[in-house]
């Protein structure tokens, strides 16, 4: 495999979005299975409590094919982008905003959160902690999940704190019933043509018929290590991908200055699946830090969450074109 590009120490990451104070408040799933969406914003929430109407909107819009990134219970950039994702794929005005003609298409009688049983095989494979030091990374088997709560974090495509909020009393042993939202399946067909939006933090995945098919949320490089400009192709997609790290080719990390090969796992520096692109070292990938996507910068790389990048690699084969673009019909205005 080529070498890849990846995201920030974790060091750096920490700083700039370190998570403190108290957790977030217990929620009741009934409180999310019966809030209205039309009230997102005329309720007193503590800062950093998740609004039941937030997540409930979250998981319309990811059932719906636009996604909200992580879906946590709290407004902000990735929602307002998401609204705007699925009024460009229903023709609609596009202005990210919420408004009843938006809702109303959304809704649906579906419950939200669901229970969920925890097995054996989701306390499998977990690893005590994963280092930030990419020395330290090298020596491991993978670099798996550190806790049975991650697991189902990004299975359900859910911030690690709305998963603790829903389920305050467990210990996520196999054979214990925990509370979940359902996403929904991933989004299935074929992927013509992609628009990586460097100026919204967007990645836009249109169907053969010119349609929007779907629309993520991403960080697209950064002022030092911009993306690539103009048009490229899928040369191919890899799964689990292991990581190469070449100080010389892409970065320095910390005082590692010799090539390391960084084992698979979804906390690894570009997640679980990788798209290659025909331009050298680049590619779309998965992180390790979903909370921080469009957030903090890449490596020139196009970063989405592993779920996300997961539902576009099945939906995408080589020769695919990839457009770097400032500026789509998806974008809030």
Known sequence: MSSMKTALPMSLLALAFSVGGAAARELRPEEINTASIASIGTEKLAPGDPDPAIVR????????????????????????????????????????????????????????????????????????????????????????????????SERFHMGIDLVHALNPASQFAPGDTVWVVNPGPPREGKVKRIEADRKTGQVLAYATDGSLLAVYPATIGSEDNPAPSGKHKVKGVARMPVYRYDPKRNFKQGK??????????????????????????????????????????????????????????GMVKPGVMVDFVKGSPAAPR
């Not at 579906?110 to 994963?130: F, H, M, R």
């Not at 979903?290 to 690699?313: F, M, Q, Y």
Request: proline residues 7%.
């Open 57 to 152: 909107l979250q998981v319309l819009l990811d059932r719906a094919g636009s996604s909200p990134g992580v879906i946590d219970g709290l407004s902000g950039e990735n929602v307002d982008k998401a609204v705007a994702g699925f009024e460009a794929m229903n023709n609609l005005p596009v202005d990210g905003r919420l408004d009843p003609e938006v809702a109303s298409r959304l809704e649906g009688n579906a419950p939200i959160v669901e229970s969920y049983v925890v097995s054996a095989e989701d306390a499998a494979g977990l690893v005590d902690k994963i280092p930030e030091d990419y020395g330290e990374k090298a020596k491991m088997q993978s670099l798996g999940y550190t806790s049975v709560a991650e697991k189902l």
């Open 256 to 313: 590692n200055n010799k090539v390391l090969t960084i084992p698979k796992g979804p906390n690894g520096p570009v997640g679980t699946v990788w798209i290659d692109l025909t331009e050298p070292t680049y590619g779309i990938h998965g992180t390790p830090e979903p909370k921080l996507i469009d957030k903090v910068g890449s490596h020139g790389c196009v970063r989405l969450t592993n779920w996300d990048a997961e539902e576009l690699a």
